[in-house]
C-alpha cells in the first residue's frame, strides 16, 4: 500500500466559506473546474510554471499520473486525479458539521477564556445553511456564543428532553395531518405546556440534480425511472421525514427507488454526491444545491423551528436571540440565501396551532339538579 501524508489547514472568514485546505487538492480542483492549467493557475493567482511544477511533484510523490494531454486539446485530470478530487470532496462535505463544529467550540472556549460576560446557550439542530451564520452575528453583536452541534431532527429534540442542550433545531411540513409520518415522528417528542416553538426560517427541499437537469427529474415519480440513481437521507433526519411524507402522499412505493437505502448526512454531502456523478438526485435543500453549482427542482416548503422548554424562554440569553432573530439586519441576511424566507423569524408560536396534531377534550361539568 502506498502512504502519503496529507497536511490540511482551515481557510475561510466566513461562515459558509469555511473548509480544510490542501495545496495538492486546490490545484486539481482549479485544473477540473477551469479545464486547463492555465485556467487553473489564473483562478489560484500563481504562475504558470509553479502549479506545472507542483502537479509534477505530486506525480512523483504519489507514483500516478495526475494530468494528461491530449494533442491540441488543453489537459485534464487523469481518471486517477478526477478519483482522488471527487473523493476529497465528498469527504470533505461528509464531515463538514463536524469540522464547523470543532472550529467553533475551540473559537468559544478562547472568547470565554478572555470575556467573563460572554453568554453561551448549548443548542443541538437538524443540519442548515443558516446557523452558522447566525452563530457569527450573535457573537459580533451580543458577544452571545451559540454552540452548535449538528445532528438529525430527532436526535436534537432528544438532546433537548435529555437536558443535554437548551434550544433544539428541527424542521417539518406543518401542515401534515395526525396519522402522517412527521406526527409519527415529532408528536411523542413534544408536549404542549412544555415545549415552546420559535420560528427560524422556511426553506425550499427539492431535488438536487445535475446543472441542467440532464435526466430531465421534475417529479418525484422521475425517481422511480430505469437507470436514475438517488441519494436519500438517514433515518431520524428531518429531511428523510419529509421525503416519506411526500412519497405516502402520492402513493409511490420506495422500493422502487434505486438508492432509497443510500444515505448522506447533510444536505452538503447530498449535493456532493449529485456533483460527483455517483448519484442523478437526491434530496436537499435549495441553498446546498445553489453552493455547489448544482440544479434544483423545487418540491416543497417547510419551516425550520427552534424549541426549548417553557421554563428557559425567560433566560437573558435566549431573550436576546429572540430579540436578535426579529432583528431586519438577520431577517434580511436570511432572505438573502437561496430558498430561505425569515417569515416571522423569532416569533414564539402557538406548537398545537402550527402542528396541530393534540386534542384535549373540555372537563365535564358536573351534572345539576
Avoid at 40 to 53: C, D, E, I, M, N
Avoid at 279 to 307: C, H, K, N, S, W
Amino acid at each position: 500500500m502506498h502512504r502519503v501524508n496529507l497536511t490540511y489547514s482551515l481557510v475561510g472568514v466566513e461562515p459558509q466559506q469555511r473548509e480544510l485546505h490542501h495545496p495538492l487538492l486546490a490545484l486539481l480542483g482549479a485544473v477540473h473546474d477551469s479545464g486547463s492549467i492555465n485556467g487553473a493557475a489564473r483562478r489560484l493567482a500563481l504562475s504558470y510554471r509553479h502549479v506545472w511544477g507542483e502537479l509534477k511533484r505530486w506525480e512523483q510523490e504519489l507514483g500516478q499520473t495526475l494530468v494528461v494531454w491530449n494533442k491540441g486539446r488543453p489537459a485534464v485530470l487523469s481518471p486517477f486525479g478526477e478519483k482522488l478530487l471527487w473523493a476529497e470532496r465528498r469527504a470533505q462535505a461528509r464531515l463538514a458539521p463536524q469540522i464547523e463544529a470543532l472550529r467553533a467550540e475551540l473559537e468559544q472556549a478562547f472568547a470565554i477564556a478572555f470575556d467573563d460576560g460572554a453568554g453561551v446557550i448549548p443548542i443541538v439542530a437538524s443540519h442548515d445553511d443558516a446557523l452558522p451564520l447566525l452563530r457569527t452575528l450573535a457573537r459580533e453583536r451580543h458577544r452571545l456564543h451559540l454552540d452548535i452541534g449538528f445532528s438529525g431532527s430527532v436526535d436534537a429534540l432528544a438532546a433537548l428532553n435529555d437536558g443535554r442542550c437548551l434550544m433544539a433545531g428541527f424542521h417539518a411540513l406543518v401542515e401534515s395531518p395526525l396519522r402522517s409520518p412527521t406526527a409519527r415522528v415529532y408528536r411523542g417528542m413534544l408536549k404542549p405546556g412544555r415545549h415552546k416553538l420559535v420560528a427560524f426560517a422556511r426553506r425550499t427541499q427539492g431535488l438536487i440534480v445535475a446543472p441542467g437537469n440532464p435526466h430531465e427529474i421534475t417529479l418525484l415519480a422521475d425517481l422511480c425511472r430505469h437507470g436514475i440513481r438517488f441519494a436519500n437521507r438517514a433515518r431520524g433526519t428531518g429531511t428523510r421525514v419529509v421525503f416519506d411524507e411526500l412519497l405516502a402522499a402520492q402513493g409511490i412505493n420506495p422500493q422502487y427507488i434505486a438508492g432509497y437505502d443510500r444515505t448522506e448526512p447533510s444536505h452538503r454531502s447530498a449535493a456532493e454526491a449529485v456533483a460527483s456523478g455517483s448519484a442523478d438526485a437526491a434530496l436537499g435543500i435549495e441553498a446546498a444545491a445553489r453552493a455547489r453549482g448544482m440544479g434544483f427542482v423545487p418540491l416543497v416548503q417547510e419551516q425550520y423551528f427552534l424549541v426549548t422548554l417553557q421554563h428557559a424562554l425567560v433566560q437573558p440569553q435566549v431573550q436576546t436571540l429572540l430579540g436578535l432573530l426579529q432583528s431586519a439586519q438577520w431577517r434580511a441576511q436570511l432572505n438573502a440565501l437561496p430558498g430561505y424566507e425569515a417569515g416571522d423569524s423569532g416569533e414564539v408560536l402557538s406548537l398545537r396551532r402550527v402542528l396541530p396534531w393534540w386534542t384535549f377534550r373540555k372537563p365535564k361539568r358536573p351534572a345539576t339538579r
